[in-house]
């Protein structure tokens, strides 16, 4: 079923959803690093790459993640990116539900 891989909820919790919005709203290509990433969202950066790798493609306990992001490591600092799925996700979104 490609909905399942394309739409947060499949596997995604609120904060894989705020992580997801975050990088949308990045400015580029989505990339943010992650104590960027983790002081936007209140979290340190352990907690943030935790959910990025089960947010990315590599295959954990035998189930491959839905590729939503790439973290990848320039110079001394990682950097967190959308994918094309990742991006689409975001776009199927609803309207965030905190505004208002």
């Known amino acids: 079923m490609t909905a399942a891989t394309s739409s947060p ?3 995604a919790d609120s904060f894989c959803v705020a992580i997801l919005r975050a990088l949308a709203e990045a400015p580029g290509e989505g990339g943010m690093s992650l104590p960027r990433l983790g002081k ?3 979290q340190g950066a352990s907690v943030v790459m935790r959910h990025l790798t089960l ?6 306990g035998g ?5 939503w992001v790439r973290v990848v490591q320039l110079d001394d600092r990682w ?11 975001v776009d199927a979104l609803p ?6």
Request: include cysteine.
């Open 9 to 11: 909820s499949f596997g």
């Open 40 to 42: 936007r969202l209140g």
């Open 55 to 60: 947010m990315g493609d590599a295959a954990i």
């Open 63 to 67: 189930v491959r993640g839905p590729g």
């Open 79 to 89: 950097v967190a990116h959308l994918t094309d799925a990742g991006r689409a996700c």
């Open 95 to 100: 309207a965030d539900e905190d505004a208002g």
